[in-house]
């Protein structure tokens, strides 16, 4: 194998395990919501889960400019939106304003594993044909 292949598929491989780890953290927030767990435990999800995605876009933003990829800024504001939303949603829970955060986290997670399914995907499919 080309070392150029090598490094789309370990691009590939990597950023999969990625998303399963941002959504098993998604789905960690959800089930705290809905069992009423303590604002502490649901703060230290967030904090996790707003870590762990800002270095997952890095990496894809980083994977998208060494490839001078076509779809870059639009991908990157979808990523700067979700951002945005996680920290209100931290912002709400230390606030105490939490009654509409389990509606939230189930939003988010709709609204990540559709950006998965579609822009994250498009640029996966970019990568493994190695354009
Ligand atoms: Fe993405
Ligand atoms: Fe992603």
Known sequence: MFPIEE???KANDD????????LELLQELC????SG???TTVHQIL???IDFS?????????????????????????????LDMLRDMAAR????????LKQSAR?????IKQHIATRDKRLADHVRLGL
């Open 47 to 49: 904090c996790n889960l």
């Open 7 to 9: 490094f789309n598929v």
């Open 93 to 100: 829970n230390i606030a105490g304003d939490s009654a509409l």
């Open 37 to 39: 767990a303590k604002a």
């Open 54 to 82: 800002e270095a997952h876009f890095m990496s894809e933003e980083l994977l998208m400019r060494m490839k001078s990829y076509d779809d870059y800024e639009e991908h990157q504001d979808n990523h700067t939106q979700i």
């Open 15 to 22: 950023t999969d395990r990625e998303h399963e780890v941002q």
């Open 31 to 34: 089930l705290a919501l809905e």
């Open 107 to 111: 939003d988010m997670l709709g609204f």
